[in-house]
């Protein structure tokens, strides 16, 4: 397999014509990075990937067991579970909250053993660790890497390296039979890949340009696919989707703005990136620009109160809390990734942490 170049071209797209998708491609062995481009990252498609992307992963070595197939519970608490608790976040999935599910802490160790006895007892379960940042919490464990395709990576490569918070997009999923992921798109409307270690997942996506079909009147969105209200959403049946089952150690490429809704078939542990670079920078501007509006919107009756600039400010600042980003954001995130790459032209060696510390004040500055 091909490296991935150093950086990838912005292109933006006029159109992305979703109207003749007909499925879901599926490929035994892994891509070329030339081809992943030419055929899913630049047009914007998804795309599942046998197992041979993760077969050396020490994850689908000694995170399930070889006779059942099921999560090797004894490993995971030996090897994750020290002494001191590890705090993970979980999801109760049969508890709604707002758009998402109620969300709480776990110590990790009460969590594996609540999800075993629920595994043995052969019972559906309830509670569902999601975006558990697994890299930041055992930085030396090693459970997988990050496949060649999936390396020209934006969005980790500056948070990561900030000095003004301890962030990342990497996650580890772990829940057992019925746990279920609600309909959404992914966080920037970046894209994400999902590796799945063991258990199987039910996706169910949907191509972008169909969000007027999930709204009600009030632009709230569909919740549960499975469980949906003719009379609030009469027309989200005309949506278009598209249904698989990713069987273990398959990992999806899940495309920006595709809104998907995930369930989970048996015990299944799986591992996650969301992710950027050029090929999707120009949906992410799109998506800031109508989150911004959005703000604008909601604020419009205190303009007039303002100036330009303090107009300006506290869009920004409203646009931070309620996306996670704002223009200064984005801004920082290219930079960085422009100061690397010069700095590889021209076959220079840069502390990261100074060449970011810059980037950042240009970023506010600007």
């Given at each position: 397999?091909?490296?991935?170049?150093?950086?990838?071209?912005?292109?933006?797209?006029?159109?992305?014509?979703?109207?003749?998708?007909?499925?879901?491609?599926?490929?035994?062995?892994?891509?070329?990075?030339?081809?992943?481009?030419?055929?899913?990252?630049?047009?914007?498609?998804?795309?599942?990937?046998?197992?041979?992307?993760?077969?050396?992963?020490?994850?689908?070595?000694?995170?399930?067991?070889?006779?059942?197939?099921?999560?090797?519970?004894?490993?995971?608490?030996?090897?994750?579970?020290?002494?001191?608790?590890?705090?993970?976040?979980?999801?109760?999935?049969?508890?709604?909250?707002?758009?998402?599910?109620?969300r709480s802490t776990m110590d990790l160790k009460g969590f594996?053993?609540?999800?075993?006895?629920?595994?043995?007892?052969?019972?559906?379960?309830?509670?569902?660790?999601?975006?558990?940042?697994?890299?930041?919490?055992?930085?030396?464990?090693?459970?997988?890497?990050?496949?060649?395709?999936?390396?020209?990576?934006?969005?980790?490569?500056?948070?990561?390296?900030?000095?003004?918070?301890?962030?990342?997009?990497?996650?580890?999923?772990?829940?057992?039979?019925?746990?279920?992921?609600?309909?959404?798109?992914?966080?920037?409307?970046?894209?994400?890949?999902?590796?799945?270690?063991?258990?199987?997942?039910?996706?169910?996506?949907?191509?972008?340009?169909?969000?007027?079909?999930?709204?009600?009147?009030?632009?709230?969105?569909?919740?549960?696919?499975?469980?949906?209200?003719?009379?609030?959403?009469?027309?989200?049946?005309?949506?278009k989707r598209f249904t698989i089952y990713q069987e273990p150690?398959?990992?999806?490429?899940?495309?920006?703005?595709?809104?998907?809704?995930?369930?989970?078939?048996?015990?299944?542990?799986?591992?996650?990136?969301?992710?950027?670079?050029?090929?999707?920078?120009?949906l992410l501007v799109e998506s800031m620009t109508s989150d911004?509006?959005?703000?604008?919107?909601?604020?419009?009756?205190?303009?007039?109160?303002?100036?330009?600039?303090?107009?300006?400010?506290?869009?920004?600042?409203?646009?931070?809390?309620?996306?996670?980003?704002?223009?200064?954001?984005?801004?920082?995130?290219?930079?960085?990734?422009?100061?690397?790459?010069?700095?590889?032209?021209?076959?220079?060696?840069?502390?990261?942490?100074?060449?970011?510390?810059?980037?950042?004040?240009?970023?506010?500055?600007?």
């Amino acid at each position: 397999m091909t490296s991935p170049p150093t950086s990838t071209r912005l292109l933006l797209h006029a159109t992305r014509d979703y109207s003749t998708v007909n499925g879901i491609d599926s490929l035994d062995t892994p891509p070329t990075y030339t081809h992943f481009i030419k055929h899913y990252l630049e047009p914007n498609l998804p795309v599942l990937i046998g197992p041979a992307l993760t077969t050396n992963w020490r994850a689908r070595q000694q995170w399930v067991c070889p006779v059942t197939g099921k999560p090797n519970f004894d490993n995971l608490r030996e090897q994750l579970c020290s002494n001191e608790p590890v705090h993970v976040p979980v999801a109760d999935c049969q508890c709604k909250d707002f758009t998402d599910q109620k969300r709480s802490t776990m110590d990790l160790k009460g969590f594996l053993d609540e999800w075993e006895e629920h595994s043995q007892a052969d019972k559906p379960s309830r509670m569902y660790l999601k975006d558990f940042h697994f890299v930041k919490t055992f930085p030396d464990y090693g459970a997988y890497e990050t496949p060649d395709i999936f390396c020209d990576d934006w969005m980790n490569e500056f948070w990561t390296r900030r000095t003004d918070m301890d962030d990342d997009y990497r996650f580890v999923y772990c829940g057992g039979d019925g746990t279920f992921t609600p309909f959404h798109a992914d966080v920037y409307r970046s894209y994400s890949w999902s590796a799945n270690i063991c258990g199987v997942k039910k996706w169910t996506l949907f191509p972008p340009n169909q969000e007027h079909l999930f709204q009600d009147k009030l632009h709230n969105t569909v919740y549960d696919i499975e469980n949906v209200d003719p009379t609030l959403f009469p027309d989200f049946h005309k949506a278009k989707r598209f249904t698989i089952y990713q069987e273990p150690g398959y990992t999806l490429f899940v495309p920006s703005g595709w809104w998907h809704q995930v369930h989970n078939i048996g015990d299944t542990i799986s591992i996650n990136h969301n992710w950027c670079n050029g090929s999707n920078l120009d949906l992410l501007v799109e998506s800031m620009t109508s989150d911004l509006k959005e703000v604008e919107r909601e604020i419009e009756h205190l303009k007039d109160m303002m100036d330009q600039d303090e107009w300006i400010e506290t869009c920004q600042k409203l646009l931070l809390l309620n996306s996670g980003w704002d223009w200064s954001t984005l801004w920082n995130m290219c930079s960085t990734v422009r100061e690397r790459v010069k700095r590889q032209q021209l076959g220079e060696e840069v502390a990261v942490a100074t060449a970011v510390g810059t980037v950042l004040k240009d970023g506010v500055d600007s």
